[in-house]
């Protein structure tokens, strides 16, 4: 019997095969053995599919989190969890990252997000400025990195390549410090710069904290 969680399944698969060109109700229809029409018993149309899809990426982030009590240490591990939901899903994250679902997963993220700033004793000005940089930041990075990872693998390995034949070649004379800083460009430029600006917003956040208090 088909339902709305294997029909995201198989759309995952689609997207993960053929890219969003390839997601259709006619492909689907073919990966599931049933009518095309029959998906719009569960969707009312592809879009609405969209951000189930998107739904299910959430869902798998905060499967089996729990807050512990440590505000920095929650957000940092459920930031974490949100970009590596949507990085190792990258045709669904192009697809998804840029929308509002406002469905169960969704809902459960952002209620557990307030909650963790409330509760650490922000006031509710300051809990909705960091939610909304933290959420965008972690889905803004997530779509960049899977764009990079939805490359073919021919291009990606050209694109970091270019640290090495292009940066690291440039002469000191006439590109003084991005010569002095190819040796950790090409370490650093690629991988993802998320964890770093996510410990950076934290600790802006946190020295917010601090200033209540003083």
Same mark, same amino acid.
């Given at each position: 019997?088909?339902? +709305?969680?294997?029909?995201? !399944? %198989?759309? /995952?698969?689609? &997207? *993960?095969?053929? $890219?969003?060109?390839?997601?259709?109700?006619? #492909?689907?229809?073919?990966?599931?053995?049933?009518?095309?029409?029959?998906?719009?018993?569960?969707?009312?149309?592809?879009?609405?599919?969209?951000?189930?899809?998107?739904?299910?990426?959430?869902?798998?982030?905060?499967?089996?989190?729990?807050?512990?009590?440590?505000?920095?240490?929650?957000?940092?591990?459920?930031?974490?969890r949100i970009h590596a939901a949507y990085v190792?899903?990258?045709?669904?994250?192009?697809?998804?990252?840029?929308?509002?679902?406002?469905?169960?997963? +969704?809902?459960?993220?952002? !209620? %557990?997000? /307030?909650?963790? &700033? *409330?509760?650490? $004793?922000?006031?509710?000005?300051?809990?909705? #400025?960091?939610?909304?940089?933290?959420?965008?930041?972690?889905?803004?990075?997530?779509?960049?990195?899977?764009?990079?990872?939805?490359?073919?693998?021919?291009?990606?390995?050209a694109d970091d390549a270019v640290w090495r034949?292009?940066?690291?070649?440039?002469?000191?004379?006439?590109h003084p410090r991005i010569a002095e800083a190819?040796?950790?460009?090409?370490?650093?430029?690629?991988?993802?710069?998320?964890?770093?600006?996510?410990?950076?917003?934290?600790?802006?956040?946190?020295?917010?904290?601090?200033?209540?208090?003083?």
């Open positions: 019997m088909l339902s +709305e969680r294997l029909i995201v !399944e %198989a759309a /995952l698969r689609l &997207l *993960r095969e053929h $890219g969003s060109a390839g997601l259709s109700a006619r #492909r689907l229809g073919i990966a599931l053995d049933c009518d095309p029409s029959t998906l719009y018993r569960y969707f009312r149309g592809m879009d609405e599919l969209t951000l189930a899809i998107g739904d299910a990426l959430v869902g798998e982030a905060l499967r089996g989190w729990r807050p512990t009590g440590e505000w920095r240490a929650d957000l940092h591990t459920v930031g974490l190792a899903h990258p045709q669904a994250a192009q697809l998804t990252a840029s929308r509002v679902t406002g469905r169960a997963n +969704e809902l459960a993220a952002d !209620e %557990a997000v /307030l909650d963790v &700033l *409330r509760t650490a $004793g922000f006031p509710l000005p300051d809990t909705v #400025r960091i939610y909304h940089a933290f959420i965008d930041q972690t889905l803004a990075f997530a779509a960049l990195d899977a764009a990079s990872l939805a490359l073919p693998r021919a291009a990606q390995r034949s292009t940066y690291a070649r440039l002469p000191a004379e006439t190819a040796p950790l460009l090409s370490t650093r430029m690629v991988t993802s710069a998320y964890p770093t600006a996510l410990a950076m917003l934290l600790d802006s956040a946190q020295a917010t904290l601090a200033g209540l208090s003083s």
